[in-house]
T-cell receptor
């Protein structure tokens, strides 16, 4: 069964600190993995998309890594800001036409002053 | 571009009532999607459309209907609303899968409560 598991469920960090969110998946055959940021009361917004051949991709203070062998990904946030408080969702796409994306439940990040 | 817009933002329905959630995109995307997001859960695909006149079921289609008469609009119809349909509904659009930059753009969501 295609699944995406994220950890931790929630995380509280101090402003300025770094953090890493984890994503494990069982989706097959793998096409690409995305990280989305979802602010409270808003729709998800894409941060990164990585295909099988990409190990790392950055978007400002966000850096995603992908290990397609172990089927793991991480999202590292550097020098966190209060505006980083949001849910971060890992989404995996299978390489088969119109197969739906598989969404993780998300990690709820709270950055406090 | 306004992107993906949804109306209404909030709605309370009584059991058995019907309603239509509206979704419009101005990016000329062929693909459009409807998702629901239950508290603490990942998004689940309800229906999707690959172009005007073509729709298909997703993972959780029961209790919903869709139509796609134009490229821009993809309304979601709830018939005989049930408490289990209390959720946040997101519409999204994209270029066809297989294109590397096939990004899904999401609307702001409609929060629906059925009591």
């Amino acid at each position: 069964k295609n699944q995406v598991e994220q950890s931790p469920q929630s995380l509280i960090i101090l402003e300025g600190k770094n953090c890493t969110l984890q994503c494990n998946y069982t989706v097959s055959p793998f096409s690409n993995l995305r990280w989305y940021k979802q602010d409270t009361g808003r729709g998800p917004v894409s941060l990164t998309i990585m295909t099988f051949s990409e190990n790392t991709k950055s978007n400002g203070r966000y850096t995603a890594t992908l290990d397609a062998d172990t089927k793991q990904s991480s999202l590292h946030i550097t020098a966190s800001q209060l505006s980083d408080s949001a849910s971060y969702i890992c989404v995996v796409s299978a390489r088969s036409g119109n197969t739906p994306l598989v969404f993780g439940k998300g990690t709820r990040l709270s950055v406090i002053a | 571009n306004a992107g993906v817009t949804q109306t209404p933002k909030f709605r309370i329905l009584k059991i058995g009532q019907s309603m239509t959630l509206q979704c419009t995109q101005d990016m000329n995307h062929n693909y459009m999607y409807w998702y629901r997001q239950d508290p603490g859960m990942g998004l689940k695909l309800i229906y999707y459309s690959v172009g005007a006149g073509i729709t298909d079921k997703g993972e959780v289609p029961n209790g919903y209907n869709v139509s796609r008469s134009t490229t821009e609009d993809f309304p979601l119809r709830l018939e005989l609303a049930a408490p289990s349909q209390t959720s946040v509904y997101f519409c999204a659009s994209s270029y066809p899968p297989g294109q590397y930059s096939y990004e899904q753009y999401f609307g702001p969501g409609t929060r629906l409560t059925v009591t």
